[in-house]
Nanobody, 117 residues
């Protein structure tokens, strides 16, 4: 069982930046693909970005492309999400997830990111 704990959320003004972190409770984090999803108030959960286990490939939702960057440090069992030029539409709970072959079996509890206009 892999536990994921997100951190780094908090209130930010539109146009600002924030970096989220997610630490996994496993020394074999390099086995897992990882991703970030988010759920805005009153909306369904949506994909934000993912990264393969060796950082060889990343994918982004069109809504964040060019503004967000996902990265990871397998030695620290951590995946990051750098968010720049945030907009109020980015207000959401952000969730970290990990799995093998992009089947995301493990989820964190989320971290809130309110973006004020």
């Amino acid at each position: 069982q892999v536990q994921l704990v997100e951190s780094g959320g908090g209130l930010v003004q539109a146009g600002g930046s924030l970096k989220l972190s997610c630490v996994a409770s496993t020394r074999t984090f390099s086995w897992y693909d990882a991703a970030w999803f988010r759920r805005a108030p009153g909306k369904e959960r949506e994909f934000v970005a993912n990264i393969t286990r060796n950082s060889g490939h990343t994918t982004y939702a069109d809504s964040v492309k060019g503004r967000f960057a996902i990265s990871r440090n397998n030695a620290k069992s951590t995946v990051y999400l750098q968010m720049n030029n945030l907009t109020p539409e980015g207000t959401a709970v952000y969730y970290c997830t990990a799995g093998i072959g992009s089947v995301y079996n493990y989820w964190g509890r989320g971290t809130q990111v309110p973006v004020s206009s």
